[in-house]
Every structure is written in C-alpha cells, then in structure tokens.
C-alpha cells in the first residue's frame, strides 16, 4: 500500500497547478479544473430534478449533485463565461 501512496502523492505534486479546492462539494473536495469546467457545464444543461419522470435515483443524485455547481463562481470563471 505505501507504492500505491507514493504515486498518488507524486501524481498530485505533478498536477498541483491544476487542482483546486472545491467549497461547494462536501467533504473539502480538490477537483481537477477540467472537471469543475465539466460539472458547470453540465449543470447548465438540465434544469430540471424530478425523481418521479423515471429517472432512476443514480440519474436524480447525479443531478441533485450538479445542483451545487449551477451558480458556482469558480466553475463559471473556468469555464470562461
């Protein structure tokens, strides 16, 4: 387990300039930049989260998720809008 350790440790100093810290997830979450850009625009997309048209509740959490990313100021800045 200590390589396993070490790689991601290494991977994460190698990548520091494109990670940031996300206050808008739970858990003091560090996110790639790509990926906030990805979550922003995502949430964009679909505005509406309704459990009863047949979502199934992988889909509802996935978007009750992005939910927190619609007004993110760091997203929207990333994303260049």
């Not at 520091?16 to 996300?22: E, G, L, N, R």
């Not at 309704?50 to 760091?74: A, D, R």
Request: hydrophobic share 35%; aromatic share 8%.
């Amino acid at each position: 387990m200590g390589n396993g350790t070490q790689v991601a440790e290494y991977w994460l100093a190698e990548h520091k300039d494109a990670i940031i810290h996300c206050p808008y997830q739970p858990g003091q979450l560090k996110i790639l930049k790509n990926a906030c850009i990805k979550r922003y625009l995502a949430s964009q997309k679909d505005k509406s989260i309704n459990p009863v048209t047949g979502q199934s509740f992988f889909q509802y959490t996935v978007k009750n998720g992005l939910s927190l990313c619609k007004e993110c100021p760091i997203g929207k800045s990333l994303a260049g809008i």
